[in-house]
């Protein structure tokens, strides 16, 4: 059976004791580490930005999954590239020329990624499906870490892994937001690829469990 991607929050970590949080992601069966950024204007908070995606490039050996809440996403690409990004997700209500944004990210050497909010459906997407390297699904409306799932991104997925089976898209589908034991095996059935953890990570007793039981969560 296969196994899907886990990326651990670091929206969730201790920030006192990021060297430590991160070392635990380095030991673990992450796949990525995901690194939310938010600007307080495309979403009602303020996260970090490029100093501390410099402070985690040097001690994280895990790919690093950007994830930009900001407006006009196109003026911070080449910033976030070159801080280290392997995979940069833009989102599709921030990006009237998603076309363009979406091949520059792949010319930084990137790859690609388009995030949803939870109201934007998925047909937005069948003209650039080419472009796309990941389809990030907001399974909580964003902003914030520790929210509840919203269910209806079940039937979203299902809805999208036909689309891309149907246009012969190997994009991979990504879910964030509200993540946990309790739909990680509904979420892989419905078709995801990658689950992005904060809280259900992080705020675990045993947080190096916790990304095993996600890397493990497909039940026969
Ligand atoms: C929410 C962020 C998420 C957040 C997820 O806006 O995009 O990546 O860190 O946190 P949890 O898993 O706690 O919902
Ligand atoms: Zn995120």
Known sequence: MTQPLIAPSLLAA?????????????????????????????????????????AVRKHCTKPVDVHLMITDPDRYLDAFANGGASVIHVH??????????LTRIRELGCKAGVALNPHTPISGLVDVLEQIDVILIMSVNPGFGGQSFI??????????????????????????????????????RAGTDMLVAGNSVFGAKDPLNAIYQLKNSRQP
Request: include cysteine; glycine fraction near 4%; charge should be negative.
């Open 92 to 101: 599709y209500e921030a990006c009237p020329h998603l076309h363009r944004t």
């Open 151 to 188: 269910p209806h991104t079940l039937r979203k997925i299902a809805d999208l892994k036909q689309v891309l089976v149907a246009n012969q898209c190997p994009a991979l589908i990504e879910v964030d937001g509200g993540v946990s034991l309790a739909n990680a095996d509904a979420l892989l």
């Open 14 to 54: 201790d920030f006192a004791n990021l060297q430590r949080d991160l070392e635990l992601v380095n030991q673990s069966e992450a796949d990525y580490l995901h690194f939310d950024v938010m600007d307080g204007v495309f979403v009602p908070n303020i996260s970090f930005g490029f100093p501390l995606l410099e």
